[in-house]
């Protein structure tokens, strides 16, 4: 009981200490009604205190409000530019960057492949001449980009950071993200392009040349999104993500890097859905989980290694082409639910984006959508608001309780790697049929009428048929692009591209050697997209997944 | 005399890597009694083509999410003509209305939207396979 009491005690010291410290935004805390309110309720471990379930930090919201992340991408460079400088002129300090199809998947605008998607789900990016454009008149010193792209992550970033030296800012000033997270483009998104091991290689090779040259850059965001997106349930998105993440921190570990150097700069990114507790309880439990498992399996030290910051985005999935317009009132909530779990940025989806990208309208609606939830509904006065409520904790308990099962299967199958345990589970087909079944049970139950979305199997009256406002992407995209490339091809050195070529191909074939280099040097020749893809390829060989349901 | 089983050949032509809705399309048509040959991602209309002749298909069944229909359906039907295979294309997945007429006068057979039930995706391959026997 005494003791008990003084480990009450000293939680509750230590927390009010760190909150002492922290700089609070200049604004009222108190209600509406003028009803002031404290910082925090209930009982320690207080949020800022290890293993983190209530947040990240003491103060949380009072000291720094969600950074309101909205993505952007579409048509050439120079279109995308255009939106980038609107958005850094109204305010905003991060970029976000949808890349199209090609480029995700390492394919040129003049490739067969690329046929009809060039520029649509995002912007085309071949040659460094388009990254140039891209951000042409940016201070990439002065501003933090986010780059959603995975299986040609590694020269992505090469032609970014040849970007910025080209405009005379170091390489150790850049702030960013990059997504670069291969294990869920198997298990869900499937923007694949080699082996996962390869894969791995190439991930672990920027984790080191990032660690060691560019201390303001994360190099992986550990992304569940995609895979709640796919099917999966909520445990699931939060067990294979966290389990994604340790195989990442085993891999880097194998490769030399010390835990604590790496830690600090992984981040996670999730998926806020509807079911409002069921995400709360996700995302608290995701930051104990990885605590103790950062602490008591990988001896990570360095606090920073054990908090896990992440991102989250409203559920696309959850969208309706049905009444569109419905779907605000789903954001908002999926938004409110994020800030309860107590998200450390946002991306709120335009209600438009079940029909196709979003209109600028609906954009900033979607902006508009949590800049209420920050400032009108009063839930940033009070970290963790929701701790401490039985339900709450329970399902948060009952969240990890399910990760932990998923890990122990993982860790079983991977003989004691949770590595190789996800190598195993891509291998045999797990996730993929984990996902793909969650996906169907849920279809079936929307079938049978025994989950009711509001819209599409209830309440289906009022389905205004009226064309809406769409985003067309001009078919001009397309050739114009494909002219760009044709003249970057014309222009360059063709010596110097065929050696930084070769050299792509010798120093993949070497596993000892980093793969940074060589991919600076091939993108600052020009070398495309592709070319760079085939040159790895004719080492790493390229992924296809067996057609299994 | 029972009928005779139908066999559809769904694939995604093209990068879009979006296989959740044609997965679920998948089972949906098996538990209707439709026989479903799965290719997957990343298909080429040749491909498709080839399995249609192999498999000896009734129909096809695209999935397209990536605003690419436009271009990627239309090509699937040419091709077919061009192999003379009488099969009817579906396609499902997110096309806005403005491109519904255009595709169905590309030779399109049907198009299935978000939220269509197991039995309006069942129904609609029935009436695609009917429609083309009886041209």
Do not use: C
Not at chain 1, 34 to 41: N, Q
Not at chain 1, 126 to 147: H, K, N
Not at chain 1, 164 to 180: C, D, W, Y
Not at chain 2, 111 to 124: D, H, R, T, Y
Request: aromatic share 8%; hydrophobic share 45%.
């Amino acid at each position: 009981m005494t003791d008990d009491s003084t480990a009450a005690d000293e939680y509750r010291s230590a927390w009010q200490a760190a909150y002492d410290q922290a700089q609070l935004r200049d604004v009222a805390f108190s209600t509406m009604s003028g009803v002031e309110v404290e910082p925090v309720y209930g009982e320690g471990p207080f949020p800022g205190q290890f293993p983190y379930t209530r947040g990240i930090h003491a103060s949380m919201y009072r000291s720094r409000l969600w950074t309101m992340r909205m993505f952007a991408g579409f048509g050439t460079a120079e279109d995308t530019n255009v939106r980038f400088k609107d958005i850094l002129r109204n305010g905003g300090t991060g970029l976000s960057t949808a890349f199209d199809m090609p480029t995700l998947m390492g394919r040129d605008s003049d490739s067969e492949w690329a046929l009809g998607e060039v520029g649509r789900a995002g912007v085309a990016v071949d040659t460094l001449a388009d990254m140039e454009d891209l951000f042409a008149d940016i201070d990439l010193a002065g501003v933090s980009t986010s780059m959603t792209i995975n299986g040609p992550a590694p020269i992505v970033m090469a032609m970014y950071i040849a970007v910025a030296e080209k405009t005379g800012v170091e390489r150790a000033a850049l702030s960013g993200t990059i997504q670069n997270d291969i294990f869920k483009e198997y298990q869900a998104q499937k923007e694949y392009i080699f082996p996962p091991r390869p894969s791995v290689r190439l991930i672990t090779d920027l984790m080191s040349f990032t660690a060691a040259e560019m201390p303001r850059w994360h190099p992986v965001s550990v992304s569940g999104y995609h895979i709640r997106e796919a099917g999966s349930t909520a445990a699931q998105e939060l067990a294979f993500t966290l389990a994604n993440g340790f195989a990442y921190v085993e891999a880097a570990i194998a490769a030399g890097i010390d835990v604590d150097t790496f830690a600090p700069r992984l981040s996670f990114f999730f998926n806020a859905h509807s079911d409002f507790f069921e995400e709360i309880g996700k995302f608290r439990a995701a930051r104990r989980i990885w605590a103790r498992w950062m602490r008591d399996r990988y001896g990570a030290k360095d606090p920073k290694s054990h908090m896990l910051r992440f991102h989250t985005q409203t559920a696309g999935v959850s969208l309706t082409a049905q009444q569109p317009r419905n779907n605000i009132a789903r954001v908002a909530l999926q938004a409110l639910a994020a800030a309860l779990g107590g998200t450390q940025s946002l991306h709120t989806d335009s209600y438009d984006e079940a029909l196709a990208l979003p209109t600028e309208e609906a954009a900033r609606i979607a902006l508009r959508t949590q800049q209420i939830v920050a400032h009108e509904t009063g839930v940033a006065n009070v970290a963790d608001p929701l701790g401490g409520a039985p339900y709450v904790e329970w399902m948060t308990d009952e969240m990890e309780r399910q990760a932990e099962e998923v890990f122990a299967h993982l860790d079983h199958l991977g003989d004691g790697s949770i590595l190789e345990g996800v190598y195993a589970g891509i291998e045999d087909g797990y996730f993929v049929s984990e996902i793909a079944e969650a996906s169907y049970r849920f279809q079936r139950e929307v079938n049978a009428g025994q989950r009711i979305i509001v819209g599409v199997n209830a309440y289906t009256d009022g389905d205004d048929d009226a064309e809406h406002n769409l985003l067309r992407i001009d078919p001009a995209v397309e050739d114009l692009q494909r002219k760009r490339l044709a003249t970057v091809k014309q222009d360059r050195d063709d010596t110097a591209f065929q050696a930084a070529l070769a050299r792509v191909r010798t120093d993949a074939a070497d596993p000892n050697v980093n793969m940074m280099p060589a991919l600076l040097d091939a993108v600052g020749a020009y070398a495309t997209l592709e070319e760079v893809v085939g040159a790895l390829e004719t080492v790493f060989g390229r992924y296809t997944e067996r057609p299994v349901i | 005399m029972p009928e005779p089983q139908i066999r559809i050949v769904l694939a995604k032509l093209g990068l879009d890597g979006h296989d959740r809705g044609l997965r679920v399309v998948t089972r949906m048509l098996r538990d209707a009694g439709i026989e479903v040959i799965y290719l997957g991602l990343r298909q080429t209309t040749d491909m498709v083509v080839a399995a249609a002749i192999q498999e000896d298909a009734d129909a096809i069944g695209l999935s397209l999410h990536n605003a690419s229909h436009m271009t990627l359906a239309p090509r699937m039907v040419q091709a077919l003509r061009d192999a003379d295979l009488d099969i009817p294309v579906i396609i499902g997945g997110i096309i806005p209305d403005h491109d519904l007429q255009p595709l169905r006068d590309a030779g399109v057979a049907a198009i299935l939207g978000p939220g269509a039930s197991a039995a309006e995706v069942a129904q609609a391959v029935r009436s695609a396979v009917a429609g083309s026997a009886a041209v």
